[in-house]
T-cell receptor, first 119, second 116 residues
Framework: AQKITQTQPGMFVQEKEAVTLDCTYD???????LFWYKQPSSGEMIFLIYQGSYDQQNATEGRYSLNFQKARKSANLVISASQLGDSAMYFCAMREEASPTGANSKLTFGKGITLSVRP | DAMVIQNPRYQVTQFGKPVTLSCSQTLNHNVMYWYQQKSSQAPKLLFHYYDKDFNNEADTPDNFQSRRPNTSFCFLDIRSPGLGDAAMYLC???????????????FGPGTRLTVT
């Protein structure tokens, strides 16, 4: 089973409007972290926001917020007041608790969602 | 103030000609990762170093090797590049891998490899 699922094929949003990018995950570990990265056409992966599995509140970073619903295993990214520069690929990723040997140390990425912001 | 630096940004190599990609970091992080990302796909982890300990992913081809001579530098060596190895190669770092902790990964800008 896929650990991270991003099923939206491509999203369009009007400039200045809000948009939600969906992400569901699958893990049996009680401790894990969920990340969202932005990848513009230049290729660099830019960290946006992080949510820990034990965090009581939804994470927020400026215009980015994470709608974390633990029971439903979803971690949707909400971008408020979209800007033209938000056009990019967005990846949801999960990292499960690191073991003493370093196993499970990797980020598991979803397939990504392309967001296009229209002027 | 780049924290994870990759050189070169673009690399063209010939089929079968060995190539080395470079990554350096100013964060003093213990862990360094190499990912391969093909067009419109998610990054795929090739291997990572935890300090000097090398951890290879099970499905990483033998054609890919890595070296980490010190904390700051990590190299990706492709011994005999094939056309299928054309991709973006991303280097990332994280502070540690301590038990019970989840650390963010910081990515470099990537090296786009073309194989002719």
């Amino acid at each position: 089973a896929q650990k991270i699922t991003q099923t939206q094929p491509g999203m369009f949003v009007q400039e200045k409007e809000a948009v939600t990018l969906d992400c569901t995950y699958d893990t049996s570990d009680p401790s894990y972290g969920l990340f969202w990265y932005k990848q513009p056409s230049s290729g660099e992966m830019i960290f946006l926001i992080y949510q820990g599995s034990y965090d009581q509140q939804n994470a927020t970073e400026g215009r980015y917020s994470l709608n974390f619903q633990k029971a439903r295993k979803s971690a949707n990214l909400v971008i408020s007041a979209s800007q033209l520069g938000d056009s990019a690929m967005y990846f949801c990723a999960m990292r499960e608790e690191a073991s003493p040997t370093g196993a499970n140390s990797k980020l598991t990425f979803g397939k990504g969602i392309t967001l296009s912001v229209r002027p | 103030d780049a924290m994870v630096i990759q050189n070169p940004r673009y690399q063209v190599t010939q089929f079968g000609k060995p190539v080395t990609l470079s990554c350096s970091q100013t964060l003093n992080h213990n862990v360094m990762y190499w990912y391969q990302q093909k067009s419109s796909q998610a990054p795929k982890l090739l291997f990572h170093y935890y300090d000097k300990d090398f951890n290879n992913e099970a499905d990483t081809p033998d054609n890919f090797q890595s070296r980490r001579p010190n904390t700051s530098f990590c190299f990706l060596d492709i011994r005999s590049p094939g056309l299928g190895d054309a991709a973006m190669y991303l280097c990332a770092t994280s502070r540690d891998l301590l038990w019970g902790a989840v650390y963010e990964q910081y990515f470099g800008p990537g090296t786009r490899l073309t194989v002719t």
